[in-house]
């Protein structure tokens, strides 16, 4: 099943290209805002599925392109992002060992809206294309061996970064937390629907060029272990995001103006732009051109505020 959130935040299903309004379904769930409504159809999916199937399957849909799509999850309790979880195309010779980081819930954009770009002097603006594993239930000290029972699906995430941020070794709360840095959706997938999710291509555009292009199958530490270790550190919950890494080859500078597509196979094509009232630019090289030229580093700025001769 695929569930979404559209226009003023009602609840919905996808059916073809059309979404149909579900939430006279979801009525008796408490609330204060629509993640408290996702959250409860996570918590109580067993029981509310039936119901959703066939309340999806009487009612005619709103074409999709109709609609305003909302973030799937506005507002979960918990974003983990696995760090330097790819061997890279096989270049690296073992895994890193396993890291994550929190991101915050309040950096969460949709489907159509826009990462801003602040008034910050990173060296480089990117985004890293990802896989986003949902809690289905509360998981503490969770084994591998039983982790994949408390996942209730999958989405397309972008992890946004503002890199080269001062002081060097204190920068993942600035760099990675800001306002509009943590696109996802458009829509959950629920995990019956994804036969393998270590076996899924991941591709993301800028503005129509493909830049990253890989496969989940190059995960160095798999969901089962991630979800063993972030849970030996932390429960999570119903809902919350476990966002499983990127391959960081194929990154570039995001900036002004770009349409960025993302699309994980099977989970739908999330789509968002990119504003930067500084107007900066860089080269359009991906991380893989320049080490091929035999260059160090992320990408020089090239013009606008924060370059390097004007700092």
Request: aromatic share 6%; charged share 25%; hydrophobic share 40%.
């Amino acid at each position: 099943m695929k569930i979404l959130f559209f226009d003023d935040f009602k609840l919905g299903v996808l059916k073809g290209d059309s979404v149909v309004d579900v939430s006279r379904v979801v009525q008796d769930i408490p609330r204060l805002g629509p993640h408290d409504v996702i959250r409860g159809v996570i918590e109580r999916f067993a029981e509310l599925r039936p119901r959703l199937e066939s309340a999806a399957a009487q009612e005619r849909g709103v074409p999709l392109d109709r609609v305003q799509i909302r973030p799937p999850l506005p507002k979960p309790a918990n974003i983990v992002c696995m760090a330097v979880n790819y061997m890279e195309d096989g270049t690296r010779t073992e895994p890193a060992p396993i890291n994550a980081f929190l991101k915050s819930p309040s950096a969460v954009i949709g489907n159509g809206e826009t990462m801003v770009l602040p008034d910050v002097p990173a060296t480089i603006f990117e985004g890293e294309a990802e896989m986003a594993v949902i809690i289905g239930k509360r998981a503490s000290h969770v084994s591998a061996a039983n982790a994949m029972s408390y996942v209730f699906g999958y989405t397309n995430f972008i992890d946004g970064s503002a890199r080269g941020l001062l002081p060097a070794g204190n920068t993942f709360y600035q760099m990675k937390s800001r306002d509009t840095f943590a696109p996802l959706g458009p829509y959950l997938i629920t995990a019956d629907e994804v036969a393998d999710p270590h076996q899924l291509q991941i591709r993301l555009s800028v503005n129509g060029t493909v830049k990253q292009n890989f496969n989940t199958n190059d995960m160095a530490h798999k969901i089962p272990r991630c979800i063993e270790w972030v849970t030996s550190i932390h429960a999570l919950e119903p809902g919350d995001v476990l966002a499983t890494g990127t391959n960081h080859r194929g990154l570039s500078a995001f900036q002004d103006g770009d349409m960025i597509e993302l699309e994980t196979q099977g989970l739908g094509k999330l789509r968002f732009n990119v504003r930067d009232p500084l107007k900066r630019t860089w080269d359009r090289e991906t991380r893989l051109d320049r080490q091929q030229k035999g260059q160090e580093g992320t990408t020089p700025q090239l013009s606008g505020q924060h370059t390097p001769a004007k700092r």
